[in-house]
Every structure is written in C-alpha cells, then in structure tokens.
C-alpha cells in the first residue's frame, strides 16, 4: 500500500424507478427476495437522480456516510449488507500516477467515506432508497473494480433496499424474484433501454399530506402476515400481468400497458387495505386524481395516460405521448391550481417545456384554463398539490467523471 | 267484493340492518342471488327504520307509491318484481265488520297504495333500501294475508334489494347464499335475537362527503366483471369467516367479532379498488376514524370497538358494551368536534344516554375533552362528520296497529 496522504473517488449518479406491476411482500426479510416479478421504468435522472461519491483513503479509521449533507449511520443491516458484499468482490486498484496500489486483499481493512444527495425533496416519498442504494452499490463497486455486470451488483442493491435492484438499469427493468435460497437469482434485468419507447411523457404530482405514513418495510410485512388476497395476487394474478405487461412494453401498446399499470396500482393498494390493521397510502386527492384520469380515457375512449401509486399518496401520471401530456398538465392545472402564494415556476418543475407546449406561461393562464369537459362540476382545489414534475424515462447509472461534481474534497474525503 | 267504498290498511315497521361480513357481487343480476353468504346485525329501529303503509281499496286505478311524501314511480322491475311475488301469495281476506271480502282471485285485479318514509335522512347512505323493500314486502304480505314466514317473505324482499332480506329479523342475520338456480334457497334466517348479546353499543359517524358514490348496483357488477380479487374472497375467503362469525356472536366473543367485523369491512372495500374503475367509498375522513379506532384497540390490547363501512364514507363503530362506548364518543367528539355552529342535541342523535354517561352536556364539555391518549398529535377535525347516531341491536319487522300512525289516509288511501 501507497502512503496515508492519498484518496481515491468515484462519483456516480443512479435513477429512481417507479414499478408498472408492484413489488409488495418479501418471502425473505433479511436477502429481502420478493413475492413476486415486478416491472418498472426508470425516471430520466436529470429530475429525480441520487448522486454519490465514495471514496477510500488508508487515513478513513471508519466507514462513515452523509446523506443530504448529514451524517447518518451505516451500521444497519441493509448498509452493511452492501458493504460487505461488494468488499468480497473487490479487486486490485493500482494508479501508478497518484502512487495507489490497493490489493484485493486491503480491502477488508481499508474504511470509506459514502456522499450521497437527491436531487428532489427527500420528504415527497418519491422512492429514494432505491436509487439512494442503487448508487452507493454502483459507486463502490467502481471503486472497488468488482467485475461484477448490473445484473450482478442489482442482486447486492436488492439487499439495501429491494426496489433499488431495478435501478441499476434505464427504460423498463424486470426484477426476477428468483427461487434460489441464498436470493443469488433475484436479480434485475432490462426488457427494453430508453429510447424504446421514447414518446412516453411522466407528469408526477407530489400531493399534500397531512398523515405520517406506514414505512413499506413494515406494511408490507404486515401484509403479508395478515392480507388473504396478497398470496392469490403474487401467485396467481402477477404472474399472468408480468407477461402481458412484458408484451405491452415490447409492442408500445399503450391501451394495454395503461389498463395493466392502473389496474396492478390499484390492486397493490386493494391489497394493502386488506391488511390489518389496514394500511391507506392514498388520500382524497389521490383519488381525485385517479377519477380525473378515468374520466378522461373513459370519454376518449382508448387510455391516454397511466396512473401509478407507491406507499405514498403522489401519483405519477404516464402519458402516452407529447400531446396526451400537454392536455394533462392542462386538466391537472385546473383541478389542482396552485396556492395563492405559489409561483407557477416552483410548481411545475423538471421538463418546463411540456408547460410552454400547453401555453401556459403564468398564473394568469392557468386560471383561465377552462374545465375538463368529461368532468361534471369541476372544482380546483387549491393547495391540494404540493407540486407538480415532468419528466421522461431515462437511462441507467452513470459514472461522473467531472471531479467538480463530487460530493466528497479529493484531498479530505471529508463532505466539501 | 264489497262496494267500493272500503279500503283496507296495514302499516308496519322494519329495521336497516349493516353486514359485519359484506355482501359484494351477484351471480345473478335479475334475481339478486349472491356470490357469498353474508351475516349482519339488525340496528334499533327506534333509531333507524322504515314505516311502510299499504292499502287496497277496489277505487285504486293503478299500483302507486310516495316516498318520504313523494310520489315514485313503481314500474322498476325491482318494485315489480317484489308485487307480483307477494300477489302470487295472496289469500281470501274477510273483514265482516268493515263489509269487506277479497277473494284470492281478487288481488290480481285489485291495486295497491304504498307510503313509506325513513326515521333517519335518506341522504345519509345510511341502507335505506334494505329496510324500505324489506318493509314493503313484510307489510304487503300482512295486507294480503300470505301464510309465508320471514324467511320465505325475506326471499321476495332479496329480489328487491339484496340486503333487504337481513331486514326481516331482529338481532344477527344471515343470508344464505344458496345453491338453487330459481333463487328459491337464497333467504335469511335468524342466527340469534336481539337478547342475545345486548351489551353491544352501536355508534354511526354521518361522514361529510365531496363527492358522488358509485351506486352499489353498478359498483357490485364492475367489482364482478373486472375484480380479479372478487372470485377468491368469495369462495376461499368468506365461508371461513362465516362460519367463523358465527361462532364468534353464539359466544359473545367480542375479540373475535371485531377482528373478523373490521376485516371484512376492509376486504370489501380491497375489493372495490381492485375494481376498473376502482371505487372509493370511503374518504380520508373514514380513513381516521379507522385510524382512531384500531390505535385504540391496539393500546388495550383487546379489542374495544369494531368498525365496518357500507358503500359509503360512513363508520359503523360497534362498541363492546356501554363503558366502551363511554370512552369512544369521548374520543370520537375530541377528533371530530361539531363545527362552530352546530348545536350539540342535533349532533348526537339516537340514544343520548351515552353522551350523559360520557359527562357530556353542551358544547363546552366537548371544548374541554381531553386528547385520547394513544393518538399522537390528535387532530381536532371540525366539520368532517356530519352527525353520529347512538343506537343498539334492534328487533325484526312489527305491525303497527296505531291507526294514527298510518301514512295513508284510512278513507281516501292518499297520503295524509
């Protein structure tokens, strides 16, 4: 080993996902293997990324993390299930230029240093382990040179947070529940890359809450302990989806890929109200959402969007095309103004352009949107909404190699 | 038949009653004949029923009704199926003091008057149609004469409304499914009267409500179409919980009946949301008072109070007995205060000895509650109920021989 005085980094930027065919039930609390097959698509990380730096330095006397500028713990399970099973893959670094020779060995007695920040409220429920784990598993296997592919290092993000597996990859990812014991084949894999289907529109509205919420690791663990229906949807409904949702995405079909995302959401809420004591992640105005949204493909006749609902009450609204969302936007507008005293820049944020291609440029323009027509009596409810992101799916991880955008000084290892 | 100056009059008195295990989903729409049996409690119809008055008079020259003082129109197919059944019963009826013979022939030709009205507001959701056919046919039988018991009479009452047919008894109710293609064996019987275990306390919170319900009819079909849940609750789900329920009610095991009562009420409305469209009955108003409840339970370590929600956002909150019941109006009025201008004695109705035992007077005695002690944060929600009803098990259909009680008038056979 080289002198005390180096640090090494890698800077990584991993997507969130939000599931078509739900992830709800483990069969194994500790490897966290699922119930059964999910399907989701990956959100274009420019508006819903996590970015970590990792690094190693013999100067680090212990593994420590910041996440959102904060010192937090990495001595739960879930971190030092990672941890350890990346180390057991790590391999020899050299850098002749900085002086580093690390052996495969060192790596078992060498401590890091984890950077982690979202670039969106941490608060909104907007899946943040799952890229947050996705990435700290990314980054330190570039660290640690584990030849490993993202199949592979999925399968180790699965035992951070299990969701996070279906980060390792960008368009629409599969995670195979697996049936091996030891979880080995458990495992996320991409159907299709991004630009597949690149005409999908993501329009998220992050809906006010005024009730604490039942973490997904023990909703769902009480689902599966007390839920009579959830064993008949993982065993004989999922199934059945899995492949009809697989064949939907490979054909763009969106009047099936809608009825199948809308009907899973609906089904993984069904499923959580039958558990006892009932778990309700969504509010009235998620429901007033979803009416909006069956209204509209109802009196269209073939569906123009999806709906999908995580252990939260945001809705994340997929549309089928460009114009689909614009209309969107204008309807969602309508219904859900902002409060008085929101400026429409901070309201709708992510892709801006959606806004200019529906004209709206103010205030002004949305309170003279005129009232979606398939909905009788209207009302806007104001405040209802907190805000409002369009966004696309997007790609997998990727490494950042601008050194300015690491989270960690090259020269401390210590948050800059 | 006598001169056509006579008319003859019976009116009777029939309960609502509210299923603790649900009946959602027809395996025949025309003769309403169910997927599952059902079980329900019959509520005091000193707080809730309907009184029904029927005349025949030979100077009646079609079939008419008056709801709640209306005129209705009888040709729904419901209405009619309902008349001809009880007509096919008819048997002589003699009165030598009024000069009046109706031979069995007779009703056939003859025409009926019906006035029916609600001791409750209709509005409420509150099953008024249960009590209101199962009250026509009870009343229409005793006017006719028919020799059919409740049982029997409950079968024409199911073609009715479906829940109608738990109406024609007091206490515990069951609905047996049954198994005959002409619906001959789907009928109520009585598991136990209302004696049997009368400590429960029944308290139904009126929940405020934005929006249109989806009326049980189309949401039951939708729910049979489109639930891929639907089929599995009703054969592998609830004849477990039949028979468990009844086992629970033989012996007054409350732990048991609330588990079962709040599991139930969840499942169906699981269902309902793994409907397409889904459906929601109940609002985040519900979703608390659920909330309240099951933290309570939880703090005692056994349950206190079992809910159960209709197709609607209103809670039906069974209380172990008086003391419970106590302790849940306290905790009901602290979370859901009368808003500003409401005054008390219209806010609590029914029983009001609940709220004397509860120390409760006026409107500064619910000011001064305390906070229960196992909500966190406990929330004062102004306005989200609109009222609560304090009531019990109550008794099946009775006669009321009260001339003055009435709805027609005994000569003309109009509405008084």
């Known amino acids: 080993m080289a002198e005390k005085t180096w640090v090494r980094m890698v800077t990584a930027q991993t997507p969130t996902n939000i599931a078509v065919i739900k992830y709800w039930g483990k069969r194994d609390e500790t490897l966290i293997l699922p119930v059964n097959d999910s399907i989701s698509v990956t959100l274009d990380p420019a508006h819903l990324c996590t970015i970590t730096t990792v690094a190693v330095s013999p100067s680090f006397d212990q593994d420590r993390m910041w996440l ?16 350890r099973e990346i180390r057991a893959r790590a391999c020899e670094v050299e850098d002749k230029e900085k002086g580093i020779k690390i052996a495969k060995n060192d790596w078992e007695k060498l401590h890091v240093h984890v950077a982690s920040y979202n670039n969106f409220p941490t608060a909104a429920g907007l899946a943040s382990s799952a890229a ?167 009196s269209e006749g073939t569906p123009q969007v999806a709906y999908t609902f995580d252990a939260g009450p945001n809705a994340v609204l997929i549309a089928h095309n460009r114009k689909a969302a614009t209309q969107l936007i204008q309807k969602l507008l309508f219904c859900f103004p902002p409060s008085s005293d929101a400026d429409l820049n901070s309201y709708v944020i992510g892709d801006k352009s959606i806004l200019k291609d529906a004209g709206i440029e103010d205030i002004e323009d949305v309170e003279a949107l005129p009232p979606p027509p398939e909905i009788k009596d209207a009302q806007r409810c104001k405040g209802d909404v907190s805000y409002f992101i369009c966004t696309k799916p997007g790609r997998g991880p990727d490494l950042l190699s601008d050194e300015s955008l690491a989270l960690l000084h090259p020269e401390t290892g210590l948050p800059k």
């Open 68 to 83: 959102n500028g904060k010192e937090i713990s990495l001595s739960g399970g879930r971190y030092q299930n990672c941890l």
């Open 132 to 298: 947050g784990f996705a990435c700290l598993v990314f980054a330190l296997a570039k660290l640690m040179k584990a030849k490993e592919d993202n199949s592979e290092l999925s399968a180790i993000a699965r035992q951070g947070s299990g969701s996070a597996c279906r980060s390792l990859f960008g368009g629409f990812v599969k995670w195979i529940m697996g049936k091996a014991e030891d979880g080995s084949d458990s495992l996320a894999v991409q159907l299709v890359d991004e630009k597949h289907w690149d005409e999908l529109v993501i329009i998220i509205a992050v809906v006010s809450s005024r009730q604490k919420e039942t973490s997904s690791t023990t909703g769902m663990r009480d689902s599966v302990e007390t839920s009579l229906l959830l064993q008949h949807r993982a065993k004989e409904v999922v199934p059945k989806r899995i492949k009809q949702m697989e064949e939907a995405i490979k054909n763009r079909d969106f009047g099936s890929f809608a009825q199948l995302t809308c009907a899973d959401s609906n089904q993984f809420h069904a499923v959580c109200l039958d558990t006892c004591p009932p778990i309700f992640y969504m509010n009235d105005t998620s429901h007033r959402i979803i009416s909006c949204v069956e209204k509209w493909n109802c």
